[in-house]
């Protein structure tokens, strides 16, 4: 089984689309080659493969990523399931977690909501999609700032408080406010029950 990630921008057309498509470009990169592993395409729409242990952590890095930009917000549904025909481009490649992923983000336009999970296991996906429906309520209102430091938490996990009022220019006290207000510890709590979900598939 492997993850897909099915994404567009939201408010794509207010903001400077060389800066966030460079800074998303960057962070795809770390985790795979273009156009096998990621693509983005249709201007401000991408997809993304990962192993099933990885995709809350790296949507997490990509929600982070854009929301530490102006205006800017991430609309993101994970499918799950397998790849039956893998092309020389991921657009192109095929299996249950493409479909399910790819249906997802048409429903997802139509709801409101900016993150879903679609398996192969409709208990599964009820309770992950109600813990997703629950966290969204805060990852949706970051500020850019808290936005910062939660992916700079991601992208290194050795970071410390220490080093990120260094990098960002504050306090440590403000660092560690930032963290609290977003629940860090708690999105922690989330990644572990959301892979523990994920494999009793």
Not at 124 to 132: A, Q
Request: include cysteine.
């Amino acid at each position: 089984m492997i993850a897909v990630i099915t994404g567009d921008i939201i408010n794509s057309q207010q903001a400077d689309t060389e800066v966030w498509i460079t800074r998303l470009k960057n962070l795809l990169e770390n985790w795979g080659s273009a156009p096998q592993t990621w693509e983005i395409y249709r201007g401000d729409e991408f997809q993304f493969k990962c192993n099933i242990d990885d995709v809350f952590w790296r949507f997490l890095a990509i929600k982070s990523l854009i929301k530490s930009q102006e205006n800017l917000d991430v609309r993101i549904a994970i499918g799950i399931g397998e790849e039956n025909f893998s092309s020389d481009k991921i657009t192109e490649s095929n299996g249950t977690a493409y479909v399910h992923s790819g249906r997802l983000l048409n429903d997802l336009k139509n709801d409101g909501h900016t993150v879903s999970v679609k398996t192969s296991n409709d208990s599964v996906d009820r309770d992950l999609n109600i813990l997703l429906k629950w966290s969204s309520k805060d990852f949706d209102n970051w500020t850019m700032a808290t936005a910062e430091i939660i992916h700079e938490m991601i992208m290194n996990k050795e970071i410390t408080q220490e080093d990120l009022a260094k990098k960002f220019a504050i306090s440590q006290s403000s660092v560690s406010q930032r963290l609290k207000r977003a629940n860090y510890e708690l999105i922690v709590e989330t990644n572990q029950y959301f892979r523990k979900k994920i494999s009793e598939l």
